[in-house]
């Protein structure tokens, strides 16, 4: 059975890490099978988000031990995996089923939006086999959260449980494990319809917004980006209905003002 599962579920690509004996490590196979199943849901133009959840008890205990070397070529091998997530172009979701460890904790920050089961634990633990944190892990801590928590994380090496992280806004909330994809996939009801490149442009555009240092660039981002979406379909269509129910709902409350002076 393959290491990595991948199936398209309402609009939405599900992604399982599914190697549940090793923990779902993440080996140079898994990195190759995440690389391409991230491609493919950008690819197909009926799917508009992603979810990376894991089966078993850990959502990811981090990088085969036997696969990581002093050689930069295998460390890049290895980050592929969770930087393909980072890049994604569509809105992605980790529904987290267990700890998150190492690179596990990298795949876990390179996400949009985190969801977690109240058994789940974010905890790097890079310095507890003696290395630096790598993968892109300070710049992703960096801009998710302040020096304090990135700090406590990183610097001295505490590890986070569902509660702490949603309480420090590094996850959005937790559940039961039991209601966890449940809970994730009902995250994902208001965008499922939406035209793909309407997210696509919204994702790259909050992207530049964060490495800016100037309101009047995103604001000139975002006029032409709206200026767009004004003049594609969706747009015309929804903004048509809501504008026809606000008219029916005046026409309503003027017959009624008549009828009760």
């Not at 309402?10 to 196979?29: F, G, S, V, Y």
């Not at 008890?57 to 460390?75: D, R, V, W």
């Amino acid at each position: 059975m393959s290491k990595v599962l991948y199936e398209v579920v309402n609009n939405i690509a599900k992604i399982t890490l599914n190697n549940p004996k090793k923990r779902n490590m993440l080996d140079e196979e898994t990195s190759s099978h995440l690389v391409d199943f991230i491609k493919a849901a950008e690819a197909d133009q009926d799917v508009v988000a992603v979810l990376i959840t894991g089966s078993g008890s850990y959502f990811c205990a981090g990088g085969q031990l036997s696969e990581i070397k002093p050689a930069k070529k295998k460390l890049k091998t290895i980050y592929s995996g969770f930087l393909s997530v980072v890049h994604c172009t569509l809105p992605t979701i980790v529904a987290l089923n267990g700890p998150a460890i190492g690179a596990g904790f990298n795949m876990a920050l390179a996400c949009d939006v985190r969801i977690m089961s109240e058994e789940a634990v974010l905890d790097p633990k890079f310095f507890r086999l003696g290395l630096h944190p790598g993968g892109g892990c300070s710049w992703m801590l960096r801009r998710l959260c302040g020096w304090n928590v990135a700090a406590s994380l990183l610097l001295f090496s505490q590890p986070l449980s569902a509660h702490e992280a949603v309480e420090k806004g590094l996850a959005w909330k937790s559940v039961k494990k039991e209601d966890l994809l449940e809970a994730a996939m009902a995250y994902t009801d208001a965008i499922r319809h939406l035209p793909k490149e309407l997210l696509v442009r919204t994702k790259k555009t909050l992207l530049a917004a964060d490495a800016s240092c100037h309101i009047n660039d995103i604001l000139e981002m975002e006029t032409q980006e709206q200026i767009w979406a004004l003049q594609q379909p969706f747009a015309k269509k929804a903004i048509a209905t809501v504008s026809e129910k606000i008219r029916n709902s005046n026409h309503v409350q003027d017959m009624t003002s008549e009828r009760f002076p």
